[in-house]
C-alpha cells in the first residue's frame, strides 16, 4: 500500500503562486508515474497534470499549460506541483496519486489505485 500525503495548499490571491508536494515513505516512489487531480465544490474532480517515473515525461491539463510544472525528486520521494499565475477557477482541493499505468491512462483518475488526502488550494479575486 503506498501512502501519499499531500502539503503546501493554502489561501493565495489571483497571480500568486503557491508549491504543492506530495510525500510518501515508499521505497518504490520511483517505479511509479505520479499524478495531480483536483476537484472543486459541486465539480468532478479533474486531471491536471502527470509525470513519468524517471521524470522525463510530463502531461498537462490544457487550461494549466504554461502556469503550472510537475517534477519530482526520486531521491526524497516526493513529487510537486508549482503553481504560478494562480486563478480563482483554480481553487480546489489538489490530489496527488501513484500509478503504474502508461501515459495513456494517466488523464483517467481510475488509472491510480493509491491517493493521498488532499490540500486546499484558495484563490481569492
Known amino acids: 500500500q503506498v501512502q501519499l500525503v499531500e502539503s503546501g495548499g493554502g489561501l493565495v490571491q489571483a497571480g500568486g503562486s503557491l508549491r504543492l508536494s506530495c510525500a510518501t515513505s515508499?521505497?518504490?516512489?520511483?517505479?511509479?508515474?505520479m499524478g495531480w487531480f483536483r476537484q472543486a465544490p459541486g465539480k468532478e474532480r479533474e486531471f491536471v497534470a502527470a509525470?513519468?517515473?524517471?521524470?522525463?515525461?510530463?502531461h498537462y491539463k490544457d487550461s494549466v499549460k504554461g502556469r503550472f510544472t510537475i517534477s519530482r525528486d526520486n531521491a526524497k520521494n516526493t513529487v510537486y506541483l508549482q503553481m504560478n499565475s494562480l486563478k480563482p477557477e483554480d481553487t480546489a482541493l489538489y490530489y496527488c496519486?501513484?500509478?503504474?499505468?502508461?501515459?495513456?491512462?494517466?488523464?483517467?483518475?481510475?488509472?491510480?489505485?493509491?491517493w493521498g488526502q488532499g490540500t486546499q488550494v484558495t484563490v481569492s479575486s
Open positions: 496519486a501513484a500509478t503504474a499505468v502508461g501515459p495513456t491512462g494517466w488523464r483517467s483518475g481510475s488509472s491510480y489505485p493509491y
Open positions: 515508499e521505497r518504490t516512489f520511483s517505479s511509479y508515474h
Open positions: 509525470i513519468s517515473w524517471s521524470g522525463g515525461r510530463s
